[in-house]
């Protein structure tokens, strides 16, 4: 039976499931019927739009004035050397935004992706074809290598690219495949909830979880515009990655932890359902718990200290006050 209510019930689980190195699953529940994909819908467009990627944004050919044009020794026509080259996956190794990378090569010799990495930037790719060359070919150029999202064409670029090089089409997205399922779920005697299961899979220029973040911290800027006209508080400024890793762990339930049977229903009894409650107390508050043993004591702080929050750290001491409210809420949904 639906009861009355005054607001939406607010999800409480999340989990995140690391298929591969470069495919990961994110799944939330429960939501009120109809706002699992009211959700879902926006961050998969957010995905492609908004995760930050690298591309090659323009070339500069030795010798070579026009993409119709050849090179000397070299198979391929221009316009096909810059389509491979267009497809090739650089990844810049520091903080830059922008590179300038400068190549040279003698045939003969098969070009690849791995040949063009470097100090500076990784190859994604690296068995990717470029071009092949015979033993009189001398080839050249440089690559301006950016930092983006979406996808920019040639034409637009062109207006602050020097006149020397040639602009590319700009294919910054990393997420290759994002798409969603929606399950029902059964909450207390309701099984119209929802589920959101994320799939989400990139090209290994970032993992599918920075993307997946690029993509909240996205949805939180575009929101916060409406932060004057209702009476709630929206973020005006990105989540850091740190920081929105750690707040889904701290409203994970304590079952995700999978302690022994006995520590687990300790912990049960004496009302603690979420791991921010661990992470808020201190030793000697656990060590308190009725029939909490020194062999339970010792394996919930090794699986704190695992999962990177351990007894007694002091680090969100100055945010206990809002986690303790945001926990107890749940609490009540619950």
Known sequence: ?????????????????????????????????GYAVTVAHPLRRLLYTSSVGFAPTAVKIEGVEHEFDSIRGMLEDVAIFIINLKNLRFK????????????SFKGPAEIRGK?????????????HYIATLNEDADLKFKV???????????????????????????????????????????VEDNPDYEKIIFTITTNGQVDPITAFKNALEAMYQQLSVFGGIVDIEIPSAPISTSQSSEHAKL??????????????????????????ELVLMEEGELKDIKNLGKKSLEEIKAVMEDIGYPIGDMSLSDQKDGLLRKINELKKQG
Request: with cysteine; glycine share 4%.
């Open 1 to 33: 039976m639906r009861k009355i209510t005054t607001s939406a019930y607010m999800p409480t689980e999340i989990r995140v499931e690391n298929v591969s190195e470069n495919v990961a699953k994110v799944i939330a529940y429960p939501f009120e019927t």
């Open 115 to 127: 040949d063009l990495a470097n100090d500076v930037v990784d190859i994604v790719n690296p068995d």
């Open 251 to 276: 409203f994970e339930n304590i079952e995700n932890l999978n302690l022994s049977a006995r520590s687990f229903n300790c912990l049960d009894r004496a009302g603690i359902k979420f791991i921010g």
């Open 92 to 103: 810049i190794k520091g903080d830059s935004k922008r590179e300038i990378l400068e190549y």
């Open 144 to 186: 301006i290598v950016e930092k983006g999202i979406g996808y920019v064409p040639s034409e637009e670029l062109a207006d602050y690219i020097d006149s020397d090089y040639m602009a590319l089409d700009a294919f910054f997205t990393p997420v290759k495949r994002a798409i969603y399922d929606i399950e029902n779920i059964l």
